[in-house]
């Protein structure tokens, strides 16, 4: 039988400043990286994909939290945010520190299924994009991406975005078009959101229970 999980069962596990901090790996826990700029809405998906206002923090100075914050889903799968980049206001002695966190953790001994890179719909990648793309690609660990903010577009503008992004990731890696973007999202309408978390449940060969 198919295991179900229930993303509303979410607790965050441990809040880590330091390598040293992160919970012991879990080869039967998978662990699912959200990556992206500061300002790409990460903290609001978790919450959206989870059902819950208050479970990650958000906060309206982009960039503000430097930590890693491990969430356990149903005692089944795990969400990783990682810092974000590109926008924090600190000095490049902090962001280094911060990025540094994130190398330790991408290139640790870690059951890690799967990266999602999340992307602004509105917007082409950027510098920052890209070079994460690059280091995902050297490491490689496998990742796709998730275009966040989808409700800011028109039907037809979201069309043209998926359709640019995907061809201009797959001109660079040399990848296959349909498998770059798993889901379009706006967390304030809902839209996509059961999509990804089916998309979560797969990486381990379960579904998402419908809960909404």
């Known amino acids: 039988m198919t295991k179900e999980i229930n993303f509303r069962l979410t607790k965050v596990l441990a809040t880590c400043g330091t390598a040293r901090q992160f919970p012991p790996a879990d080869p039967m826990r998978p662990e699912i990286v959200l990556a992206g700029k500061s300002n790409v809405g990460k903290s609001t998906l978790i919450n959206a994909l989870t059902g819950s206002k208050r479970l990650a923090y958000t906060s309206q100075t982009p960039g503000k939290t430097r930590l890693i914050i491990f969430f356990e889903i149903d005692e089944t799968l795990r969400l990783v945010d990682v810092p974000g980049y590109g926008y924090a206001k600190v ?3 902090v962001q280094e520190k911060y990025s540094g966190l994130t190398n330790d953790y991408l290139a640790g001994d870690r059951p890690l299924a799967h990266i999602l890179l999340l992307l602004d719909a509105r917007h082409k990648p950027g510098t920052h994009d890209w070079q ?6 050297t490491l490689g660990h496998p990742w796709s991406v998730v275009l966040t903010k989808s409700d800011k577009l028109s039907r037809q503008k979201l069309l043209e975005q ?9 001109a660079r890696f040399s990848l296959d078009e349909d498998a770059i973007i798993v889901a379009g999202v706006s967390a304030a309408r809902g839209s996509g959101i059961p999509e990804l978390r ?4 797969s990486l381990i060969n379960a579904r998402a229970k419908k809960t909404d």
């Open 91 to 93: 000095s490049p002695d």
């Open 132 to 137: 994460l793309m690059d280091w995902l690609q």
């Open 162 to 170: 998926k359709r640019l992004i995907k061809k201009l990731i797959a």
């Open 198 to 201: 089916q998309f979560l449940a």
